[in-house]
């Protein structure tokens, strides 16, 4: 079980703890914070952190910019998906590049 927007607010620090969470997927707005102000990159780095000592990965949803993939990495974060590396796919499409394996790029 993922957790969706998480950061967007405070409820899901409890779900990590009550919920069979395997995975984090970051909200888009928590994800622009990795280009923002100190203060709003150290708040994404907390919640990294967090994750990484529950043993959860995590997904940098609504990736728009290069900038933001080099600090999401700096800050340890190891996934991410938004419209920099693709648009959304129809199920078909999304289907065939996952049994494929070819990569697709942003339109």
């Known amino acids: 079980m993922a957790i969706g927007d998480f950061g967007s607010s ?3 620090l409890n779900h990590l703890l009550q919920l069979p969470v395997t995975m984090v997927k970051l909200a888009s707005r928590v994800t622009a914070a990795a280009v923002a102000s100190a203060r709003q990159q150290a708040v994404l780095e907390s919640l990294l952190h ?4 529950l043993g959860l990965p ?3 949803q ?16 190891k996934l991410g998906q938004g419209p920099l590396m693709s648009r959304a796919l129809d199920p078909e499409h999304a289907l065939e590049l996952a049994q494929t ?3 697709t790029t942003a339109s």
Do not use: K, M, W, Y
């Open 10 to 12: 405070l409820a899901p």
């Open 62 to 77: 609504g990736i728009e910019a290069r900038e933001q993939v080099a600090s999401l990495v700096r800050l340890g974060c």
């Open 58 to 60: 995590v997904v940098a």
């Open 50 to 53: 967090h994750a990484d000592a």
């Open 101 to 103: 394996g070819s990569r």
